[in-house]
């Protein structure tokens, strides 16, 4: 919901985000080839933020979440909440053999190993390699 639309390269496969944690602020989070097209179409020059309400405002997260993500899983009759994705995202990618540290990037988890942390270094197309193998 924080992703504003001049963060996101859609040429280049990846936005800027995150907002939590050291290691998750304004990080590089690669765009699947597979969704590329649904957020090329989401994208309005109109409004500041890539995900907005009806208004093109940005979408706050209670409104997402009670409008919008719960409605779903009750459709859906499942029963999760929008951080279970993130379990779900690493155990893919884990299952598809995807650098570990690729993934920590990509979430934002900070490296806890001073050869990771410090001297390691993932490019985007390091990132995009690792996320299209899902």
Same mark, same amino acid.
């Given at each position: 919901?924080?992703?504003k639309n001049?963060?996101?390269?859609?040429?280049?496969?990846?936005?800027r985000?995150g907002?939590k944690?050291?290691?998750?602020?304004?990080?590089v989070?690669p765009?699947h #080839? @597979? +969704?590329?097209k649904?957020? *090329?179409n989401r994208?309005?020059?109109?409004?500041?933020y890539?995900?907005?309400n009806?208004?093109?405002?940005k979408?706050?997260y209670?409104?997402y979440?009670h409008e919008k993500? #719960? @409605? +779903?899983?009750?459709?859906? *009759?499942?029963?999760?909440?929008p951080?279970?994705?993130?379990?779900t995202?690493?155990?893919l990618m884990?299952?598809a053999?995807?650098n570990k540290?690729s993934?920590?990037r990509?979430?934002?988890?900070a490296?806890k190993d001073?050869?990771?942390?410090?001297?390691?270094?993932?490019?985007?197309?390091?990132?995009?390699?690792?996320i299209?193998r899902?």
């Amino acid at each position: 919901m924080e992703v504003k639309n001049e963060s996101v390269q859609l040429d280049e496969r990846y936005f800027r985000g995150g907002f939590k944690t050291e290691a998750g602020t304004n990080r590089v989070i690669p765009i699947h #080839k @597979k +969704i590329h097209k649904l957020i *090329e179409n989401r994208m309005d020059p109109n409004n500041e933020y890539l995900i907005t309400n009806f208004e093109g405002s940005k979408l706050s997260y209670y409104v997402y979440y009670h409008e919008k993500f #719960k @409605k +779903i899983m009750q459709q859906l *009759e499942l029963n999760h909440r929008p951080h279970d994705c993130r379990h779900t995202f690493a155990t893919l990618m884990d299952n598809a053999d995807a650098n570990k540290l690729s993934i920590k990037r990509i979430m934002g988890h900070a490296a806890k190993d001073i050869t990771d942390k410090v001297y390691t270094h993932k490019d985007i197309k390091q990132l995009l390699m690792a996320i299209d193998r899902l």
